[in-house]
């Protein structure tokens, strides 16, 4: 099982996020935990990092597999994570 580490900037978008959608957002983390290779893998310059929908917004992270640690970099709206 992996262990969720949130970046400064993930916990300031992470308390952003309305009250309606925390509750997916926290489940999702949960699901990471289990296999953390849900997301999609990016490419370009996000090229190592995958992006997991929620709805509508998206969780950009990095996997560590030799000291099974999932960090989570940003959880924003879809529309403006990438930038």
């Known amino acids: 099982m992996y262990q969720i580490v949130l970046g400064k900037k993930a916990e300031k978008d992470l308390n ?4 309606k959608h925390k509750p997916q ?4 983390l949960f699901d990471l935990r289990e296999n953390a290779y849900l997301g999609k ?6 090229s190592g990092y995958y992006s997991l929908r929620v709805w509508p ?21 879809r529309q403006g994570i990438y930038r």
Request: no cysteine; glycine share 6%.
């Open 57 to 77: 917004y998206r969780i950009i992270y990095k996997v560590n597999r030799k000291k099974l640690i999932i960090f989570i970099i940003r959880i924003g709206h």
């Open 41 to 46: 893998s990016l490419k370009g310059k996000f």
């Open 16 to 19: 952003k996020i309305t009250r």
């Open 25 to 28: 957002i926290i489940a999702a």
